[in-house]
């Protein structure tokens, strides 16, 4: 194995690591409930997510320690959304548009093969 593949394989690990706690709905909904550069309390994001606040606590203490939202230290607290959060977002939406571009040029390539091969009187 070369130091390149190395270097992909723990990459990708690394990938999977970042992205797994996110993997969790209610995460995925109080990150959806902070837009960037907006800072809401927790009985805000409490009434916009519908979630328990005891729930909401261990997955906003989770957030916080992962570095994906903050917490002001103000009384009542405030969260904001990391900024970062917001450019993993950009590099996941290329990268599903390019394999979606993908499948639809090879879906296009396959669909013109068929066509072809009927026209020729081929069952394909």
Not at 6 to 30: G, N, Q
Request: glycine residues 4%.
């Amino acid at each position: 194995m070369t130091n390149t593949d190395i270097e992909i394989k723990e990459a990708c690990r690394l990938i999977k690591e970042i992205m797994a706690p996110l993997e969790k709905e209610r995460r995925l909904d109080i990150l959806k409930n902070l837009p960037t550069g907006e800072l809401k309390t927790f009985g805000n994001l409490q009434i916009q997510t519908n979630i328990p606040a005891s729930s909401l606590h261990d997955h906003l203490k989770a957030l916080v320690e992962l570095g994906y939202i903050q917490k002001t230290e103000d009384r009542p607290a405030r969260y904001y959304r990391n900024e970062y959060v917001d450019k993993l977002c950009e590099l996941a939406t290329y990268f599903r548009a390019r394999k979606i571009e993908e499948l639809t040029k090879k879906l296009s390539e396959y669909q013109e093969g068929n066509e072809v091969a009927g026209e020729l009187g081929c069952r394909c």
